[in-house]
């Protein structure tokens, strides 16, 4: 068991963090732990989860917030105990004034962010503040007690405001492009609604760094808790197992400092635009083909997905062929070597992430993982078959749940039956689901070449099969 030995007593909450989930704790926490070994001062982070049960937060303060990563390669096993947590709270629980009162302590410095695609309340196709989301209605209305994570982040900047305690920085950590602008664009928007004057100091003293972060953490299940007992010979109920590989770039813009992460391997860089457009399309693109097209399928495991070698060749095709031409900005990458070397983290057998976890959220997702690289190899005239299968496996994903009564995982799950319950053919019904505007824009009516290449996609799924029309598009990429 590798363990670090600084001094945890002298930790506070410089760091606070909402969406104390597996990817954090086996991520950000695992940085700050590493950096603080080699730091005069070590950084101590105070989770908060704003939704869900209060399962992980009680399990986390029983045992002094301590808890076990376990990263695996394909063929070795690393196991650690990580101390960086200083204290976790769960607001259903304790009630939303406990997490103001954190935000608003004097040491705290930085607050940072796991809260998904549909945390941020935004419109996909805006990336502005959707005004007409039930939390940030309700948070407009009663912003003292806020239920939004923006909603929350804007009352603490106006209680540190009125109280002149100094600003923090606030550090997104979500799979989202520009996810610095658009946490700002959010906070911004929200504080506007509000209090112009607010809204002012804000854009003046709060900076939002931009990140991208990337390491495999797939959601715990039982079998995974018994993979750690297993290794360590202890249960841990708030232990993750992760792959050994991880990334993290950030954009170096702190209000009141930070830990030195890259002690620990971090990255620090201007921009860090061209890594994340790179691996949101190179690597979370290809898991979201993976999710829907692997599950039409049959699989339950992205490691599944990669042993069928129709899959697998599919997936470097999108990722060299397609998602790699549609990037804007030259990182002297080789893209075959960075491919492989997905594609190894894909295969790898220990790392049981499963198709739907992936698969969750889609239509938060399909903006810049599908739609934004589509555009823009169209506009460069370049063949984007991959993509359009990408786009046809969830309409497929999505049509098949509507037909079996099952609840989606995702905010538009109602929206998704309200629009195609009514329609006839298969097709009809996927037309239906390419005219929701806060995921196509107005594809669905502008362009006839999108909807004749994700037509002829789904046709070719729905009549042939994944595979068969893998094979097609394979075979017409050879030609």
Request: hydrophobic letters at 45%.
């Amino acid at each position: 068991m590798e363990k670090t030995t600084y001094n945890r007593q002298v930790l506070k909450a410089d760091i606070v963090h909402l969406g104390l989930g597996a990817f954090h704790r086996g991520h950000q926490a695992v940085y700050t732990d590493l950096s603080n070994e080699s730091m005069e001062s070590p950084w101590g982070i105070f989770g908060i989860n704003l939704l869900g049960s209060a399962d992980l937060v009680d399990a986390l303060n029983s045992q002094q917030c301590l808890f076990t990563v376990v990263e695996k390669s394909a063929t070795a096993t690393t196991c650690r105990q990580v101390r960086a947590l200083a204290g976790a709270l769960h607001t259903p629980a304790s009630g939303i004034q406990a997490a103001i009162n954190k935000l608003t302590e004097a040491q705290v410095k930085i607050v940072s962010l796991t809260i998904t695609e549909k945390g941020y309340c935004t419109d996909p196709q805006s990336r502005r503040l959707d005004l007409a989301n039930p939390l940030i209605r309700h948070d407009l209305t009663s912003p003292r007690a806020p239920q939004s994570a923006i909603g929350l982040l804007v009352e603490a900047l106006r209680i540190r405001r009125e109280k002149a305690l100094s600003p923090f920085s606030v550090l997104s950590c979500d799979n989202i492009p520009a996810n610095g602008v658009l946490t700002r664009n959010a906070v911004l928007d929200f504080a506007s609604q509000l209090d112009a004057g607010l809204a002012a100091w804000i854009e003046q003293q709060v900076t939002f760094p931009g990140t991208m972060v990337d390491r495999i953490v797939p959601a715990m299940t039982p079998e995974q808790f018994a993979v750690i007992e297993a290794e360590t010979g202890y249960a841990d109920p708030c232990g993750v197992v992760c792959e050994d590989f991880r990334q993290w770039v950030i954009e170096d813009n702190f209000v009141a400092g930070r830990p030195q992460w890259d002690n620990a391997g971090a990255m620090f860089v201007q921009d860090v635009v061209p890594y994340e457009e790179m691996k949101l399309r190179m690597l979370n693109g290809s898991h979201s083909f993976l999710a829907y097209n692997g599950s039409l399928a049959g699989y339950e495991f992205i490691s599944e997905c990669m042993a069928d070698p129709v899959l697998n060749a599919a997936v470097f095709h999108l990722m060299v062929d397609e998602q790699a031409k549609s990037l804007d900005l030259d990182l002297h990458l080789d893209v075959d070597q960075y491919a492989r070397l997905l594609i190894a983290r894909f295969c790898n057998p220990h790392i049981k992430h499963k198709t739907s976890q992936i698969a969750m959220d889609g239509s938060q997702k399909l903006p810049q993982r599908a739609i934004d690289p589509w555009r823009t190899l169209q506009a460069r005239k370049v063949q984007r078959n991959g993509l359009s299968l990408l786009i046809a496996g969830w309409l497929h994903f999505v049509l098949d749940a509507v037909s079996r009564g099952q609840t989606l995982a995702d905010p538009l799950n109602d929206e998704f039956y309200a629009r195609v319950t009514p329609q006839d053919s298969s097709w009809e019904r996927a037309h239906a689901l390419l005219q929701i505007e806060s995921i196509f824009g107005t594809l669905a009516s502008s362009n006839a070449m999108f909807m004749n290449e994700v037509r002829q996609a789904f046709v070719a799924i729905e009549k042939d099969g994944v595979h068969a029309a893998i094979n097609h598009v394979l075979q017409q990429e050879n030609v």
